[in-house]
Nanobody, 119 residues
Framework: QVQVVESGGGLVQTGGSLSLSCVAS????????MGWYRQAPGKQRELVAN??????????DSVKGRFTISRNIVNIVRRTVNLQMSSLKPEDTGLYYC??????????WGQGTQVTVSS
C-alpha cells in the first residue's frame, strides 16, 4: 500500500522561509513525476513545481527564483520530494499537496500541509 505524507507547513511572515517534505512509502515500480501543488481558498489547485522521471524540473512562474524542488529516489520504497520556499509572499498561502504520478497512470496524493504567510 502506498502512503504519501507531507510535513513542514506553518505560519511565517512575508519574506520568510519554509521547507516542505513529502515521503512516499510503499512500492511504486516506476514514477513518472513527483511534485507539489497548492490550493488557496476559493481557487483551483495549481501546480507549484514538479520533477519528471529524467530530472526535468518545472515551476509555476510565480515561484521561480524563490522555490527549489528536490527529490531522493534511491530507496524505492521510501522516496522523498522536498520544496524549499524562500521570500514567501501572502499569495503563497494555501494548502500544499504532494503528488506522485506513477507510470501506470495512478496518481497518489497526500493529505496536504497548510502554509500561511502573514503580511
Amino acid at each position: 500500500q502506498v502512503q504519501v505524507v507531507e510535513s513542514g507547513g506553518g505560519l511565517v511572515q512575508t519574506g520568510g522561509s519554509l521547507s516542505l517534505s513529502c515521503v512516499a512509502s510503499g512500492r511504486i515500480y516506476s514514477i513518472n513525476a513527483m511534485g507539489w501543488y497548492r490550493q488557496a481558498p476559493g481557487k483551483q489547485r495549481e501546480l507549484v513545481a514538479n520533477i519528471g522521471r529524467g530530472g526535468t524540473i518545472n515551476y509555476v512562474d510565480s515561484v521561480k527564483g524563490r522555490f527549489t524542488i528536490s527529490r531522493n529516489i534511491v530507496n524505492i520504497v521510501r522516496r522523498t520530494v522536498n520544496l524549499q520556499m524562500s521570500s514567501l509572499k501572502p499569495e503563497d498561502t494555501g494548502l500544499y499537496y504532494c503528488k506522485i504520478e506513477a507510470n501506470d497512470g495512478t496518481d497518489y496524493w497526500g493529505q496536504g500541509t497548510q502554509v500561511t504567510v502573514s503580511s
